[in-house]
């Protein structure tokens, strides 16, 4: 079976460019740019990791992930950034996130990072 990727990015040309890498790479994928669509998808549907940009309208992807942590502790979570500082890492792994993946993405680190979680 295909790994199954929640990704959450508010950027469309970014949400379009990964879910075209992750679908070639054998990934099935459901975007969104909403944070209430990735609480609502997590709680209901079950995928193998969960993809979400740091700066989301309305709540960061650490509130995200903290959020999600209250339903869900086993799920693996990335969390993308353009620019992570030393505290944005050590924030992320306290929100209970596995790690982090840099903008602008490298294709091949991508796939590495989900495929490893």
């Known amino acids: 079976m295909r790994p199954h990727i929640l990704f959450a990015d508010d950027n469309p040309d970014i949400r379009e460019l990964v879910l075209l890498i992750l679908q070639n790479a054998g990934f099935r994928v459901i975007t ?3 944070p209430a669509d990735v609480l609502r998808l997590a709680a209901t549907e079950h995928f193998d990791a969960l993809l979400l940009d ?13 959020g999600i942590r209250t339903f869900d502790q086993n799920t693996p979570i990335l969390i993308c950034s353009g620019a992570f500082t030393q505290a944005d890492t050590e924030a992320v792994v306290r929100a209970g996130a596995q790690g982090y993946v840099q903008k602008p ?3 091949k680190d991508l796939i590495r990072a989900l495929r490893s979680l």
């Not at 740091?54 to 903290?66: A, D, F, K, Q, V």
């Open 54 to 66: 740091y700066w989301m309208p309305n709540l960061t992807g650490i509130e995200l992930c903290r």
């Open 105 to 107: 993405f490298d294709s």
């Open 32 to 34: 969104t740019d909403s």
